[in-house]
């Protein structure tokens, strides 16, 4: 089963996907980490992505999906994948349909995570690390138990510059312009499910399996 995982930052994408990747024994292909492949292994592609970000440019859509298209090259018809973080926009749709059309493959389902706003920038603004434990712990969320053990073990509840209200509801600006068409241009295929996040881990996993029809699976 070939999959595109869409969604906010702070959306539960990557714990989904580590989840179904498992249930499925299929690769997550992570946009950045393919980049950073390329660009550690010197190859031609990664040398131009490189060269771009240390100039502090963004990397070309035409050289993301160069690079991605390389990196699915090896992937035989049967091969099953999740793609996170590719697409981005309805031109890197365009281009990978192509790439998998030329093999005869084609992306079986789209996920898109949902969750309301409001859920969504307290998740992400409430993110605290302990100084002391390096545990990941949020102000709204975790329990106040957690939270004071930080606390009582002389630590302080750190926040990350990049989890500031102004950069985060700016990043999800960014992604609804640039995601939101795509939701469009796969619904038309008939290809996009939708799957609330806002629950716990376990039960946002068993929507994800009923969306997918993989319920009866073992």
């Known amino acids: 089963m070939r999959l595109i995982f869409l969604g906010s930052p702070g959306v539960g994408k990557g714990t989904q996907g580590h989840l179904i990747s498992e249930y499925l024994s299929i690769p997550t292909i992570s946009t950045g980490e393919v980049l950073r492949e390329a660009v550690s292994n010197q ?7 490189q060269y771009a970000m240390e100039q502090g440019e963004l990397v070309s859509d035409d050289l993301v999906t160069a690079i991605i298209a390389d990196y699915l090259k090896p992937f035989s018809e049967g091969s099953g994948y999740l793609l996170d973080g590719f697409p981005r926009n309805i031109n890197q749709a365009n281009v990978l349909d192509n790439i998998l059309s030329a093999n005869g493959n084609q992306i079986d ?6 969750l309301p706003d409001d859920v969504l920038l307290r998740r992400l603004t409430g993110r605290r690390t302990c100084s ?9 969320f975790s329990s106040k138990e957690k939270l004071q053990a930080c606390l009582d073990l002389g630590g302080t509840l750190i926040q990350r510059k990049d989890d500031q209200e102004e950069i985060i509801s700016n990043r999800i600006s960014v992604y609804k312009s640039e995601t939101f068409p795509l939701i469009n241009y796969y619904e038309e295929k008939n290809l996009l499910v939708k799957v609330n996040a806002e629950s716990p881990v376990a039960m946002v996993h068993q929507e994800l399996l009923s969306s997918l029809n993989l319920n009866c699976m073992s």
């Open 109 to 114: 389902k789209v996920v898109l995570f949902t």
């Open 43 to 49: 190859t031609e592609l990664g040398k131009k992505a």
């Open 132 to 140: 002391k434990t390096g545990e990941i712990l949020n102000i709204y």
